[in-house]
């Protein structure tokens, strides 16, 4: 993609709305563009991002043994009525009533659709264990919105929905669930830390969120230094095994939010091994036993005969939040540092002379080679000066920077950049190509 043809809106001053860091640079960067409080467009470069959370989300969800549907955001509010949390979820539901005078909202979660699809077509234990998801736009109606994506009122939410026969097997379903975002978290380049959590409006007794540490986070963090560096459960993972063990490992040291926070156990951790930080929450896993199933009527014939109610959980990734949460732990002075697999492109490919045959015709061999290895590349091809065509690359923080002038193009050199790093080295075209191409 060429830079000259590609909408790319960057700011070079500050917005004075923009609090914290991943807001700044997210506007600065041309990602989004706030529409109304808490409610943001995506521009080209924000949504491809986006795009790739997402589909990291849904990989690891299919590999879990997850289903994916997609449920409106528009939902009727006697669903709302017949679980009672219609009045108990608060003024952050916006409620809807359409010109035919019937009560409507717009969703801010799904238990209650996915319990009323449930119960009209499953009606044997022999069907479970069930686990459906979806990826959908989502809506609260937040009395501050602030900072950015991180806690806008329209928001996009990976939420899947566990339906088994009785509490031991909604555990196992929920036992996948913590490992998928162990792995998931992972992918993107992140240290998430699951921690023991209130379970709030959505119900029940069992929660975990995974939170990653940043400075600007909303939650102060207490956990043991060995939670931050634990092996991650690897690609050849039994889902259909006992993955207790696993959350027997993760669970058995210290990790918890000042709100779940026990000062006595935490001071039986040795000092050294004790951190203390700022979080963010990135995920939330919930057991909820029967509180929907049981209201609604999402009964099942048991194997013994008799009617029950099926045992659910529910499990969130916020994807649109993920986007500024990266950014959070994920940025220096100079802007956004993308970790490779959810970078909006792989290579930053700058020509400091535009026009100079010798200078195009090198870019022009590069971004085809690149492009042919399978990365993706975005071309500098305009004519801004060489300081300004740095300072945007570093912005936008894709995770290599090749650049390509006069004199190296003449030599048959160019100049690689890491930008994590920040590491530059002076290679030839061909050992450019090769470094860059057989990198994951």
């Given at each position: 993609m060429r830079l000259s043809r590609y909408f790319l809106?960057?700011?070079?001053?500050?917005p004075k709305e923009a609090e914290i860091v991943s807001h700044r640079l997210m506007l600065r960067a041309g990602m989004i563009r706030q529409q109304a409080a808490g409610i943001y467009s995506w521009l080209p470069m924000g949504f491809a991002v986006l795009k790739k959370i997402e589909q990291i989300v849904r990989e690891e969800q299919n590999r879990a043994g997850a289903q994916e549907v997609l449920m409106p955001t528009i939902q009727p509010a006697d669903l709302w009525m017949e679980s009672g949390?219609?009045?108990?979820?608060?003024?952050?539901?916006?409620?809807?009533?359409?010109?035919?005078?019937?009560?409507m909202l717009f969703g801010p979660t799904n238990e209650e659709m996915i319990t009323d699809i449930f119960r009209t077509h499953v009606k044997s234990y022999k069907a479970l264990p069930l686990n459906l998801y979806h990826i959908q736009w989502k809506f609260r109606d937040e009395v501050r919105p602030r900072f950015g994506v991180?806690?806008?009122?329209?928001?996009?939410?990976?939420?899947?929905?566990?339906?088994?026969?009785?509490?031991?097997?909604?555990?196992?379903?929920?036992q996948r669930m913590f490992v998928a975002y162990l792995r998931t978290f992972s992918r993107m380049g992140l240290t998430a830390i699951p921690?023991?959590?209130?379970?709030?409006?959505?119900?029940?007794?069992?929660?975990?969120?995974?939170?990653?540490?940043?400075?600007?986070?909303?939650?102060?963090?207490?956990?043991?230094?060995?939670?931050?560096?634990?092996?991650?459960?690897?690609?050849?993972?039994?889902?259909?095994?006992?993955?207790?063990?696993?959350?027997?490992?993760?669970?058995?040291?210290?990790?918890?939010?000042?709100?779940?926070?026990?000062?006595?156990a935490f001071d039986a951790i040795p000092e050294a091994d004790r951190v203390t930080a700022r979080g963010i929450e990135i995920g939330h896993i919930f057991y909820f036993g029967e509180k929907y199933s049981k209201p609604m009527g999402a009964v099942v014939?048991?194997?013994?005969?008799?009617?029950?109610?099926?045992?659910?959980?529910?499990?969130?990734?916020g994807v649109s939040r993920l986007v500024g949460a990266v950014i959070e732990a994920c940025h220096d002075e100079n802007g956004i540092i993308w970790p490779d697999e959810i970078a909006p492109f792989d290579i930053g490919l700058i020509n400091l002379k535009p026009g100079n045959a010798e200078t195009d015709a090198m870019v022009d061999r590069l971004e085809a080679a690149f492009e042919a290895a399978g990365k993706s590349v975005l071309v500098d091809d305009t004519d801004?000066?060489?300081?300004?065509?740095?300072?945007?690359?570093?912005?936008?923080?894709?995770?290599?920077?090749?650049?390509?002038?006069?004199?190296?193009?003449?030599?048959?050199?160019?100049?690689?950049?890491?930008?994590?790093t920040g590491e530059k080295h002076t290679v030839s075209e061909a050992d450019a190509l090769t470094r860059l191409t057989t990198r994951p």
């Open positions: 809106p960057i700011l070079r001053e500050t949390r219609i009045n108990a979820y608060g003024p952050e539901l916006l409620r809807i009533t359409d010109r035919h005078e019937r009560a991180m806690r806008g009122r329209e928001f996009l939410m990976k939420d899947a929905y566990s339906f088994d026969i009785d509490a031991d097997a909604a555990k196992a379903a929920y921690m023991r959590a209130d379970t709030g409006p959505i119900g029940g007794d069992l929660s975990h969120e995974f939170i990653i540490l940043a400075d600007t986070g909303e939650s102060e963090v207490f956990c043991h230094r060995a939670m931050l560096d634990k092996p991650i459960p690897g690609e050849d993972t039994d889902f259909s095994a006992d993955l207790s063990p696993i959350i027997d490992d993760w669970t058995s040291l210290y990790a918890a939010t000042d709100e779940m926070h026990d000062e006595a014939m048991g194997p013994d005969g008799e009617e029950k109610p099926v045992h659910m959980g529910s499990y969130g990734v801004q000066r060489a300081g300004g065509k740095f300072a945007s690359m570093d912005l936008i923080g894709l995770p290599w920077q090749v650049v390509v002038g006069p004199r190296g193009a003449g030599e048959g050199t160019v100049e690689i950049k890491r930008r994590a």
